[in-house]
């Protein structure tokens, strides 16, 4: 079992450049959630699909942000036209999807706008 | 609203010492609680979880917790502390009676002293 994967570990992006990070959830798992963990505001829940469908989006900053899960195998985070504040570390995690699952938390991809 | 509140940014201890570090939550109804570690450069790893029931519950390397809804706290112990404990402890608590997003405390910093 590798554990959920994530694409790239680290990214450096220019500002007002696009930035597209990658999700393999644990085979199996039909939940999968992003967050994104910054020094100043800490963890914060960005979006979450199950069974690839978006359930809640209510962390995802309306403007530049948006996910997708094309397949049960991967999620994709695209933040357009990237910003410094944009700065952070991007958890993406999965779990088996009913209420007593705990989620599996990937390495995280660190992501830098100049 | 429901929130975790985390009141102690670093503790320090020494190897052999106990430990608790504490979490005190906002939730309307039965929340379900987490413990998650972050080791340096690592993603999160889940320490231990509540679901209602036993309001102690074991997590792994001898990491415990205790529920307590009239304090509305889930303080989590250790009783001897090893130099590998060094790491981040962040408390969660899951909306909608688990199975959804977590939303996390800013996190304890324990530094382990020989």
């Known amino acids: 079992n590798a554990g959920v994967i994530q694409t790239p570990r680290h990214k450096v992006t220019g500002k007002g450049q696009e930035a597209t990070l990658w999700c393999e959830p644990i085979?199996?798992?039909?939940?999968v959630f992003w967050y994104r963990q910054t020094i100043v505001q800490g963890l914060e829940f960005l979006t979450y699909?199950?069974?690839?469908?978006?359930?809640?989006d209510s962390g995802m900053p309306k403007e530049r942000f948006s996910a997708q899960m094309p397949n049960q195998s991967h999620s994709t985070l695209k933040i357009q036209s990237t910003q410094p504040q944009d700065s952070a570390v991007y958890l993406c995690?999965?779990?088996?999807?009913?209420?007593?699952?705990?989620?599996?938390f990937g390495p995280g991809t660190r992501l830098t706008v100049l | 609203a429901q929130s975790v509140t985390q009141p102690d940014a670093r503790v320090t201890v020494s190897e052999g010492a106990s430990l608790q570090l504490r979490c005190k939550y906002s939730?309307?109804?039965?929340?379900?609680l987490f413990w998650y570690v972050q080791y340096p450069r690592q993603g999160l790893q889940l320490l231990l979880k509540?679901?209602?029931?036993?309001?102690v519950v074991q997590g792994v390397n001898g990491f415990e917790a205790e529920f307590s809804k009239s304090n509305s706290s889930f303080h989590l112990r250790k009783a001897s502390v090893h130099w590998s404990d060094w790491a981040v402890y962040f408390c969660?608590?899951?909306?909608?009676?688990?199975?959804?997003?977590?939303?996390f405390g800013t996190g304890t910093t324990v530094s382990v002293s020989p």
């Open positions: 939730y309307f109804g039965t929340p379900y």
């Open positions: 995690a999965s779990s088996l999807g009913g209420n007593y699952a705990e989620q599996f």
């Open positions: 509540y679901y209602p029931g036993d309001p």
């Open positions: 969660a608590v899951s909306l909608y009676q688990g199975g959804r997003a977590l939303i």
């Open positions: 699909f199950r069974n690839q469908a978006p359930i809640d």
């Open positions: 085979s199996g798992h039909s939940a």
